[in-house]
């Protein structure tokens, strides 16, 4: 049964820092792509960033771009979201998803494992 787990969110003033965790079961973590994606209230689910079964690529939107770093730890599983300079366009729910294409990061881009999110809500 493959299962992710998404850690990390929280309530923090814009400027603020914080770190999401994506704990995977189940699958061969270091041979798929992996990927963050939001949704915000009243929006459609973005993709914020992915990230190569290796680790040696990646992909950001350009909202995010300069601001978060996606990273994964292959010997613990997990995949990781450093989010800086949050900003309250930033609040929304965040999930990490399994299984497609890292170019295109999009939720509709074969991402076939996701989890149940984690809130992240950045005041002004």
């Known amino acids: 049964q493959v299962q992710l787990v998404e850690s990390g969110g929280g309530l923090v003033q814009a400027g603020g820092s914080l770190r999401l965790s994506c704990k995977v079961s189940?699958?061969?973590?270091?041979?798929?792509?992996m990927g963050w994606f939001r949704q915000s209230p009243g929006k459609e689910r973005e993709g914020v960033s992915c990230?190569?079964?290796?680790?040696?690529?990646?992909n950001y939107a350009d909202s995010v771009k300069g601001r978060f770093t996606i990273s994964r730890d292959n010997a613990k599983n997990t995949l990781y979201l450093q989010m800086n300079g949050l900003k309250p366009e930033d609040t929304g729910m965040y999930y990490c998803?399994?299984?497609?294409?890292?170019?295109?990061?999009?939720?509709?881009?074969?991402?076939?494992?996701w989890g149940q999110g984690t809130q992240v809500a950045v005041s002004s």
């Open positions: 990230i190569r079964w290796s680790g040696t690529s990646t």
């Open positions: 998803a399994a299984g497609g294409d890292w170019r295109r990061c999009v939720p509709g881009g074969g991402f076939l494992y």
């Open positions: 189940g699958l061969a973590f270091d041979d798929v792509n």
